[in-house]
């Protein structure tokens, strides 16, 4: 991806900008990771000087906070646009859905972990503030349509899925796509990768597991930290 190297002047141009360094910063974070990418590949990427990136993003943090935005409202639209045709899902089909709409964006799966650790306390205040009205938005959207095409669970089990579904990806895409030293080792030995390394199939299974705990005889309330009910 190309930009200009010219500044830009109006809010348009600059919010054209903003859209071309994140555009890069998936492109540069899919060719390698999340935990690779750096703010030079990002504007090498986007034809901008280095020293243009900070009158759009203050930090690596910040630009990566808002890619995993809008990472996470597109996975929340595709998975409510699929939810949406008003049919009833079993189990199965539920763990399959969620398992597909987030697999289908890898960057989205690699900032999953970034974004407790290290992103959001990366930034100020105000822009933590804007990613959680966001997310809680988002988490919302899709806890609803997941209620809506179930006969099992209602809004709060599938809050509980979705933060599950979050916590497993994170974990498990690290797993599947281990550094350099690990990567050799299981080479060396391939019995200790090969669940690893099987990122789709396992995440879908672990959420089957979950779905089926969530819908079975006297399965306890979720409990409220899983996520505010408003949101």
């Not at 540069?28 to 280095?50: E, I, K, N």
């Not at 809008?70 to 929340?76: D, Q, S, T």
Request: net charge negative; hydrophobic share 40%.
């Amino acid at each position: 991806m190309q930009t200009s190297r010219q500044r830009a002047r109006s809010e348009e141009d600059k919010a054209r900008r903003r859209e071309a360094l994140l555009d890069a910063a998936y492109e540069v974070a899919a060719r390698t990771s999340v935990r690779d990418l750096t703010l030079a590949q990002v504007t090498r990427a986007a034809g901008l000087d280095p020293s243009g990136l900070r009158r759009y993003f203050s930090s690596r943090e910040e630009l990566l906070l808002d890619l995993a935005e809008a990472r996470g409202v597109a996975w929340a639209e595709r998975l409510c646009t699929e939810l949406s045709d008003g049919r009833r899902r079993t189990r199965e089909e539920l763990a399959h859905t969620l398992t597909s709409t987030l697999t289908a964006d890898p960057v989205l799966c690699d900032l999953l972990v970034h974004v407790p650790l290290s992103l959001e306390d990366g930034v100020d205040i105000e822009r933590a503030r804007r990613f959680k009205t966001e997310g809680f938005r988002a988490q919302h959207a899709m806890s609803r349509a997941i209620a809506d095409a179930s006969d099992e669970i209602g809004v709060p089990e599938a809050r509980t899925v979705l933060a599950a579904t979050a916590a497993l990806a994170g974990n498990l895409w690290q797993l599947s796509h281990p550094a350099p030293t690990l990567a050799a080792l299981y080479e060396q030995v391939p019995e200790w990768g090969h669940v690893a390394l099987n990122f789709e199939p396992s995440l879908e299974y672990m959420l089957n597991v979950v779905l089926l705990g969530l819908t079975a005889p006297g399965s306890p309330e979720p409990p409220d930290w899983i996520g505010p009910a408003s949101a």
